[in-house]
């Protein structure tokens, strides 16, 4: 193997790593399409991974080599979660870039306005890529103003999970399609709460921070964050008021969703201290590896209000090629390599990540039958689920919600004086950063 540089990309140990060829749906294996007639020496890769999921990206690596003798990948590691994209940004504005790097979908604006990607059409174009298999939703962050920004190598979309045997104790039938938010759901949330034993019906969902469960939330309530063109805020609309004053209720009205400090440190829900929590797909394999005591299983998102359509989006990171690459054919070869066959079944092998590829969602059940409901509420709901661009501003945009939505979440503020303030705070960024 060759090196993998992390942090300062300055380590001496080094991940080698080999475009792979690709493998078909039908089994076959043809070569990658697109791939340059020669690779070069060194393909450079950056990739924002934690040391527990290494392994994955060192077998990827691996197999590219296997295949592509002569040709090695530089996988480089900068720091993990939010340090990733500075660091990335950092980078760039040196004159240094790989030639393919991993890219949150939400900040993927954000570098298409700093002008540092290439469009991959001048690469799709010549190539077979399978671009027809990707499920719609997902690639709809990655085209912008016509053109293709870059590739997604997974996707994310809300799910409800749910403890079998609490449901069972007390008495309450479990969730299905046909369950809604404000009465089958909140009806067996307070036969699931006991303030008493620290039993709670739910884990207060993902709304203190934006992201794919909160924008579901606003969308089965009938309302969006922005407009369609990204330059006027809808946060404060009256749906989404009325969503999340129902959320905070399920807090500090209801009581069936604790209070912070209410339980100990840990997973809520992992632990058996709620019954059910609103999560993505990815969830599955850390309830497995949490060794839960308890049977539990999955379902679709609930309705809103007076019966509206559940609504899932889709999020999802990939990749995409820096302007300034050396060696951007490569990077695209790359990328096809990253969706094909081989590396997509074992991405899915133990539950972290779903395809983004219909034709490839067969192999995200699990083998061992839990959750036995995935088909239904995770991958049907996947096929359907809306895609959603981000303004460039999101990341500041994400921190003006936290910051003045704060004291909504144990009662302190009202919720309208809260997702006023935001808006007026929006609406300045969207003006000041435009994202069309």
């Not at 369609?228 to 609309?237: F, L, P, S, W």
Request: proline fraction near 8%; hydrophobic fraction near 40%; include cysteine.
């Amino acid at each position: 193997m060759g090196r993998t540089r992390r942090s300062m990309l300055t380590s001496g140990v080094a991940v080698a790593s080999a475009l792979a060829t690709a493998c078909g749906a039908d089994g076959t294996t043809a070569q990658p399409a697109g791939q340059p007639a020669k690779l070069p020496p060194v393909v450079q890769w950056a990739s924002n991974t934690s040391q527990a999921d290494l392994p994955y990206f060192q077998r990827f690596a691996q197999w590219f080599e296997e295949q592509n003798p002569g040709t090695k990948v530089d996988l480089i590691l900068p720091p993990g979660d939010a340090a990733y994209e500075a660091k990335m940004i950092a980078m760039f504005a040196g004159g240094t870039y790989p030639d393919l790097f991993h890219l949150h979908f939400s900040r993927l604006r954000e570098f298409w306005a700093k002008g540092t990607l290439a469009p991959f059409d001048r690469y799709l174009k010549n190539s077979k890529a399978p671009m027809d298999d990707f499920i719609p939703g997902v690639m709809v962050p990655f085209k912008i103003k016509g053109q293709t920004w870059g590739i997604p190598r997974d996707n994310a979309t809300g799910v409800m999970y749910y403890n079998k045997e609490a449901f069972q104790a007390g008495g309450a039938k479990e969730p299905d399609a046909n369950w809604q938010w404000d009465t089958t759901f909140l009806d067996a949330a307070r036969k699931l709460t006991d303030l008493n034993k620290k039993q709670f019906g739910m884990v207060l969902p993902g709304v203190t921070g934006l992201g794919d469960q909160h924008l579901e939330i606003c969308r089965t309530w009938g309302s969006d964050w922005y407009d369609a063109d990204m330059k006027q805020a809808k946060i404060n609309a009256q749906p989404i008021v009325d969503a999340m004053q129902f959320m905070a209720d399920l807090r500090v009205k209801q009581h069936v969703a604790p209070r912070p400090d209410e339980t100990p440190p840990g997973d809520q829900f992992q632990n058996g201290w709620a019954a059910m929590t609103n999560q993505w797909q990815g969830y599955v394999r850390g309830v497995k590896l949490s060794n839960a005591t308890f049977k539990w299983d999955v379902t679709p998102l609930f309705k809103g209000p007076g019966g509206s359509k559940a609504q899932n989006v889709v999020g999802a990171t990939g990749h995409s090629i820096p302007k300034g690459a050396k060696n951007p054919e490569a990077g695209f070869a790359l990328t096809l390599h990253l969706v094909s066959e081989q590396v997509q079944k074992d991405m899915m092998s133990q539950g972290r990540w779903t395809t983004p590829r219909k034709s490839f969602l067969k192999f995200a059940l699990p083998t061992d039958g839990i959750p036995s409901r995935y088909q239904e509420a995770i991958i049907d709901r996947l096929l359907q689920a809306q895609g959603y661009p981000t303004p460039v501003a999101y990341a500041d945009m994400n921190t003006v919600w936290t910051k003045e939505t704060a004291p909504v979440w144990t009662g302190d503020r009202p919720v309208k004086d809260a997702l006023d303030a935001v808006k007026t705070q929006w609406d300045r960024l969207l003006a000041d950063f435009p994202s069309t």
